[in-house]
């Protein structure tokens, strides 16, 4: 019997293609990733919302999970929201991570992305990329110690927007405006106000003097306008948004706010380690500025129009009041934005003179976050007291009101109170009700089904949280199985109320 060989069948050899990392990537990869620091150095950050924001995506997370009892009391409102895509990510996030470390990477989204995002715009517009470097000490801003978190993650979505709204104005294809259309929906769906702020930079990187350009440039953008329609007609937070916009009074005369600048920007601790890096990085760009005399200059045409931007987000916060419709600090939001689409109007020195402006700038992004970064974790070890306490000694699925009487941090600002909201914790740990909580508000996800108000039946009594004094007994018995307080002046009548657990700063007091 004769063995035949084996044959073989020759299949050419496949080359996948080369993914590769330039060494500036990974740089500003690693300076990103630095910027993330202030989200995960500690179990419990000092920002006044976050805690809000935590507990909503638990709500929406695990609405239907029968651990949280959640479906009974709440019920979704997505689609009605300007911040579903936060909530949509997060959602995403926490089936890998758990809602806790979705909220965390949301963050880091953020302080991390934004840089990157300042990087590609500058790249678009022409300009040094090394100015992103500016924009991380920038981004543990008054905003974000304030909780706002929808609100700040627009921003990288803007400025990747802007920087893609660029090379399509600069040289339009299909692809690039399919680009455009998509982060156009996206920053629409993260926030209104930074969505607003990229129509803005839209109309200024516009090619008005190119008419031929004008609808390929512009074909993206309809999507946009098609949203913005449908928000303001088709949503009671953008129908009364647009009523507000009609009778804004500045929220302070023209000294005031000018005064207010810094309180409304980059001033988050009672010392004044955070001015003394905002001071660096302040006379690190007059380096740029002053050493960059005599340099050619190498920007776009197309960034001509850029100051704007920073422009109009000045005008903003000099012109806008306190509130648009349910939104709190209004024409205050505009003075961050107005300080981070600034960069691209600075310049980098050419040569070794550049080199040594990027040296420093990277020591003070370095030695900002540092310095967030000790603050935040002298702030979980010796300010925020025996909150985990206080949470274990309470049962899952009940009813919480959260009565804050101490408020204050000794390390943040006077204008922060980071345990204003902490009672949200516990709906994150445990489920069932709280309160004060923004469900029930127009713009939020998440709404109390029919008949499932908490007492007194209605949304609760404008600044209920901010004055636990005036809660009366009647909205807290016998309704909330505890009453969680910080601080002295919880006295409840004998028969509603007992302290089931005191420690140190925080008491929780058990239905009778």
Known sequence: MSIRAPSFVYVPAVRLPAFRLSANTIFYVAVG?????????????????????????RLIHDHSNATFGFSDVYQLNLLRTEYLLYYLVGHMLAFVLGVKGASVALMCLYLGGTPLAMRDLLRALGR???????????VPNVMFCFGLLPFVAGFPMMLLSLAAAA???????????????????????????PFALFGVGCMALFPWLRPRRWLASGAPLAVGLALVAWWVLGSKAGGTALDGLKNQRPFAPLDGAIAQFLHWTTNIFRDTTDEFWIVALGLVAL????????????????????????????????????MLGDVWMFGQRFAVPALLTAIPLLRMPQGARG???????????????????????????????DFESALDSMQPRKKVAGLIYDK????????????LHFVSYYQVEKGGVVQFAYTGFPHWPVQYAPGKYPPPGTMPRLRWEWTPELVPIGELYPYYDYVLTRGEGFRPPPGTFHVAFRGRKWTVWARD
């Not at 040094?128 to 920038?138: A, K, M, N, T």
Request: net charge negative; aromatic share 12%.
């Open 355 to 385: 080199w040594t402006v990027a040296g420093a700038a990277l020591v003070v992004a370095i030695g900002s976050i540092v310095n967030v970064c000790q603050h935040f974790v002298q702030f979980e070890r010796e300010d925020i007291g």
């Open 287 to 322: 380096a740029a500025l002053g050493l960059s005399v005599g340099d050619a200059e190498r920007s776009k045409a197309v960034g001509r129009g850029w100051f704007v931007v920073p422009v109009v987000c000045v005008l903003g916060y000099l012109t806008f009041g306190d």
């Open 167 to 193: 090379r399509h104005f600069e040289y339009p294809t299909r692809r690039s405006g399919i680009v455009l259309g998509v982060l156009t929906v996206l920053t629409f769906f993260t926030h209104v106000l």
């Open 33 to 57: 990733i630095l910027a993330t620091a202030p989200a995960w150095i500690v179990k419990h950050p000092p920002l006044q919302d976050l805690p809000f924001h935590v507990a909503t995506l």
């Open 128 to 138: 040094d990329e090394r100015l992103s470097l500016f924009v991380v000490p920038l």
């Open 408 to 419: 204050m941090s000794s390390l943040m600002g006077d204008h922060y109170v980071p345990y």
